[in-house]
């Protein structure tokens, strides 16, 4: 079992910043990535960013420019600093990963962007 602990999330104005952090703990000695997802109100989870541990990364369309994703391998730590957020980012944020072919998700963080 992997266990994923999301903090970091609130309410923002539009035009600002928020970072997010999710921690990795249990049997998580195989991940190799790590992913942030969200979810806005009525829609589908969608993929956010992703970076493995070879620091490949990559974007939704969205947020590319204004997003940053990052890890810190030795903590089992991805952050997601997320900048000139706009209304439209609002949403519960998951953190994802898998390990041995199983997904494990966070609780999630709600974002909260307000025009």
């Known amino acids: 079992q992997v266990q994923l602990v999301e903090s970091g999330g609130g309410l923002v104005q539009a035009g600002g910043s928020l970072t997010l952090s999710c921690a990795a703990s249990?049997?998580?000695?195989?991940?190799?990535?790590m992913g942030w997802y969200r979810q806005a109100p009525g829609k589908q989870r969608e993929l956010v960013a992703r970076?493995?541990?070879?620091?490949?990364?990559n974007y939704a369309d969205s947020v590319k420019g204004r997003f940053t994703i990052s890890i810190d391998i030795a903590k089992n730590t991805v952050y997601l600093q997320m900048n000139s957020l706009k209304p439209e980012d609002t949403a519960v944020y998951y953190c994802?990963?898998?390990?041995?072919?199983?997904?494990?998700w966070g609780k999630g963080t709600l974002v909260t962007v307000s025009s």
């Open positions: 994802n990963t898998d390990r041995t072919g199983v997904a494990y």
């Open positions: 249990g049997n998580s000695f195989s991940i190799t990535a």
């Open positions: 970076i493995t541990f070879g620091r490949t990364t």
